[in-house]
C-alpha cells in the first residue's frame, strides 16, 4: 500500500506562488518517479508536471512550463510542485500520484497510486 498525502494549496493573487508538497509512504521503494496533475470544474485531469527518481529528469505541460518547478527530497520521500506566476486559470485540484509500474509520463493511466488532492485559487 502507498499512501499519498498533498499539502500547500490554498488562495492567491495573480502573480503569487505557492509550493505544493506530496509526502509519500508504505511500499514506494519500487517506483520510478511522480507526477502532478491538476482537475478545474468541469475539465478532465490534465498532466502539470513529473519527476523521475533515477535521474532527476523532470518533465512539464507546456501551460506551466517556465512558471512551476518540480522537485524532490530523497530522504523525506517528498516531492514538491514551486508554482510561481500563478495564474487564474492555474486554480484546480492538484494531485500527486506515483508511477509504479514504469516511468512517470504525462497519461495518468501511467501511474497507480493517488493522493486525495489540494485545492489551488488563484484570484485576480
Known amino acids: 500500500q502507498v499512501q499519498l498525502v498533498e499539502s500547500g494549496g490554498g488562495l492567491v493573487q495573480t502573480g503569487g506562488s505557492l509550493r505544493l508538497s506530496c509526502a509519500a509512504s508504505?511500499?514506494?521503494?519500487?517506483?520510478?518517479?511522480m507526477g502532478w496533475f491538476r482537475q478545474a470544474p468541469g475539465k478532465e485531469r490534465e498532466f502539470v508536471a513529473a519527476?523521475?527518481?533515477?535521474?532527476?529528469?523532470?518533465f512539464y505541460a507546456d501551460a506551466v512550463k517556465g512558471r512551476f518547478a518540480i522537485s524532490k527530497d530523497n530522504v523525506k520521500i517528498t516531492v514538491y510542485l514551486q508554482m510561481n506566476t500563478l495564474k487564474s486559470e492555474d486554480t484546480a485540484v492538484y494531485y500527486c500520484a506515483l508511477a509504479s509500474r514504469g516511468w512517470p509520463t504525462p497519461t495518468p493511466a501511467s501511474y497507480d497510486s493517488w493522493g486525495q488532492g489540494t485545492q489551488v485559487t488563484v484570484s485576480s
Open positions: 508504505g511500499r514506494t521503494f519500487s517506483s520510478y518517479g
Open positions: 519527476i523521475r527518481w533515477s535521474d532527476s529528469s523532470t
